[in-house]
Antibody
């Protein structure tokens, strides 16, 4: 079965760096685009970044201002999010998600059909 | 950026009743809309994509409609497990997707 297992969260001080991982299994990881989404405590969902199936294209939310980097290692079936210069407002649960990229019909649909379990990142001063 | 809005913010419904949730885009997104359900402590779960297509395993009591800028998620007869927060998501500007702020469905 499809699984996305996340790791790497924790508590850290402002200005520090952290790398999140998302290990995929149960499907052919290398053919799917992947995303990171976060959710601040008690708030809604915020899209952060996306990466194409082969890692050649990366996209980011403007709000990140270049502090985060998405990457993937298809040989290890793993997605990463490198987070630098962390701020208190980065405190959130971070989710990885698989982009279905469903083009089986007359048009393509890009929805998130599987999500990781989420990992909590707490940034404090 | 396409801004998604949802109404109401909270919907109080009795079990067995019908719930109607609304989602609006700041510009036309055709039918490039998905709905997700999120329960406390859990990751979001895909319900609907293409504005009206139920995802695999989603009960028939969930239905979606709309196109352009106005969308609706209807739960025909609320079950206890349906009390949750519901988010709409546009993917018309993929990969720069955006979510609505959510509608919380709670027990009346």
């Amino acid at each position: 079965q499809v699984q996305l297992v996340q790791s790497g969260g924790g508590v850290l001080q402002t200005g520090r760096s952290l790398r999140l991982s998302c290990a995929a299994s149960g499907f052919t990881f290398r053919v799917y685009a992947m995303h990171w989404v976060r959710q601040a405590p008690g708030k809604g969902l915020e899209w952060l970044a996306a990466i194409s199936y082969d890692g050649s294209n990366k996209y980011y939310a403007d709000s990140l201002k270049g502090r985060f980097t998405i990457s993937r290692d298809n040989s290890k079936n793993t997605l990463y999010l490198q987070m630098n210069s962390l701020r208190a407002e980065d405190t959130a649960i971070y989710y990885c998600a698989r982009d279905k990229g469903d083009c089986s019909g007359p048009s393509c649909h890009y929805y998130f059909d599987y999500w990781g379990q989420g990992t909590l990142v707490t940034v404090s001063s | 950026e396409i801004v998604m809005t949802q109404s109401p913010a909270t919907l109080s419904v009795s079990p067995g009743e019908r719930a109607t949730l609304s989602c609006r885009g700041s510009q036309s997104i055709s039918s490039n809309l998905a709905w997700y359900q999120q329960k406390p402590g859990q990751a979001p779960r895909l319900l609907i994509y293409g504005a009206s297509t139920r995802a695999t395993g989603i009960p028939a009591r969930f239905s979606g409609s709309g196109s352009g800028t106005e969308f609706t998620l209807t739960i025909s007869s609320l079950q206890s497990e349906d009390f949750a927060v519901y988010y709409c998501q546009q993917y018309n500007k993929w990969p720069r997707i955006t979510f609505g702020p959510g509608t919380k469905v709670d027990i009346k």
